[in-house]
């Protein structure tokens, strides 16, 4: 693997809230073309790990986070949307009075103009949206919704994916888009996962389920635990978390 | 004696004769001794605890005078509706749609006032001068304003739009309107009060507001007041309604240095409703306090409010809603929300939603919360690539929405939206992102 070929660095990064630690000396490298999943017990600090990414403010954090070369830590939450992250949340925040479509209009306006291109008109932007919506089955009437206001869990899911493919982002961090997802759903938002899928992308799955990853080959499967990654492999220690859970990794690590 | 008021009781001396004769000349005077004898409210006053007038008090304000009108469209643009406009506190004609006047029941108050020098003392029984001392002080003053009387079962084809504007090229005058309505049996109408003023105009307006519904008649009625920041502005609104009416009160206090509004509603039969539906916005020095009572005093009515204030800056707004439920008023219905959202520390709000229930079979609740934005969609603004500053505006903007989406005259909806997108100042791009 190429030095330049690293999308995203994560390096002893540590981190807390109120002096409770979460993550400990975390250290991560993810490529271009590359997706990764990322496993482990509940509260073992994933979706920290991915807000801390997105620019979540309100932790303690120490380390290094390099994306595209730049210093992650010291960019806003809309400076590094700009620049083609993007997370999909585990909650995704209803927000009513503000437009579902029109948001997604000006996300991707917002990108645009950083990168020096020329915003879409409504017109345009209407004809990208009806593919992408076409591509994750989702009803026209949404368009005009407020965002994710009154949404059922699975119809948030999907919308955190109609973003992602929409704004096609360089780096995207989805943390539970699968759960509570039927499998028709789920095939659904698989496919629209997959067609993000480019030697110039790197997608990070957060999830609990290895049936996703049945419809997404990922490169790499990392187990978080107590905030640190206790175990890292391919596509088959997602089988063995599967048959075993993670007592075993916990028991080996005591051995050990 | 305050310079305020000492500039009042000269400007009484000095204003033009009664339309209407000595009976009119004799309810003016009865109604400035009344004044005089309550006064400016002072810190004692219970219904004034949080809003004081000092600033205004060391104020001179003269008598509206005649001037050079300097434009013509003020106001609400491309609205549909009868216009009755003044300027600087008097009557334009030029500005105005006389020829609708006859056909829907409509006069000045000052020809009204000829054809019936009773009308004085107004369409209600007159509140207490000692709590309501500018009503009073409206009385004192009566000369410009409008009424509007509708027959039973008449509908009026077109919204009544009232305007008062203030120019900059005017004089710090105060001006007292009056407005009354009576609505027959039956009918349905629109009425659009607007308090207007152009940018550092700093006069003082004292408007009064009486409504009276006979039985299923309906009133939609706009309070819009936009005053500028500088001006002092006091509203007082009287209603009645009898059995089956149906009363919507839209009041948007979004201008004023210092704006006051004393809202009171008499429900006074079966089946009688209103809805309150109230927004404040204030941002620099402003102080806005809207005071609102609900006589619940027949069986089987309903009333619902729900006010709603956005603070910035170092501004303060009072909220007092109170709703009484009488001992007769069973099956009365009454909910009254209060929702505050405050944008910076210096900014501060009183609010004091009050039920006072003496029936048993009822249904009630009130409630009031005083919130900042919502930071976990803020978050989720920013990551989606919307920079801070746009994503405040457009969350405060989202709090107001519920209230302005119930204004249900689009070309008004769109015109407060605007207001609303021009004073946050972050709004301007991302208007297209809201859901109007
Ligand atoms: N704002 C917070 N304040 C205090 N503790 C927090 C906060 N956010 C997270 N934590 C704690 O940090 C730990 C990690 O939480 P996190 O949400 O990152 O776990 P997770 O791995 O995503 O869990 P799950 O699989 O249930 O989604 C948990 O113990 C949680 O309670
Ligand atoms: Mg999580």
Redesign the pocket.
Known sequence: MSKNNILLSINKLSVS??D?P?LRDLSLQVAAGEVHAIM?P????????AQVLAGRE?YEVSGEVSYLGEDLLDLSPEERAWRGLFLAF?YPVEIPGVNNVYLLKAALNAQRKYRGEAPLDAFEFLTVIQEKMKLMQIDESFLNRSVNAGFSGCEKKRNEILQMVVLEPRLAVLD?TDSGLDIDAMKIVANGVNTMRDPERAIVL?T?YQRLLDYIKPDKVHV?ADGQIVRSGGPELALKLEEKGYDWLRQEAVSA | MSAMIQSLQDNFSRQPVAPGGDYVHQVREKAMKEFLNTGLPGPRDEYWKYTRLRIFAKRTFGLPQENAITGSDFGIKNLDAIRIVFVDGLYSPALSDESAFAENGIRLLADALRDDSGLAGGLLPQPDPAIHQFAALNRAFQDQGVVLELAAERELPRPLYLLFHSQKTGQDTASHPRILIRSGAGSKASVIEHYNGEEKTAGFCNALTEIDLASGAQLTHYRIQTESDTAFHVGSLFARQAEDSRLVSHNLSLGGRLARTNMQFELMGRGAELVLNGLYLVSGKQHIDNHTLVNHRKPGASSFQDYRGILNDKARAVFCGKAVVHPDAQQTVATQSNRNLLLSHGAEIDTQPVLEIYADDVQCSHGATVGQLDTNALFYLKTRGVPEDEARSLLTFAFAEDVVLRLENQTLRNAITEHLIGRLPEMKNTDELVTT
């Not at chain 1, 509940?42 to 790990?49: A, D, V, Y």
């Open positions: 809230i109120d409770k979460i482990g509940n509260g073992s600090g994933k979706s920290t790990l309100g585990q539970e957060v609990h978080l």
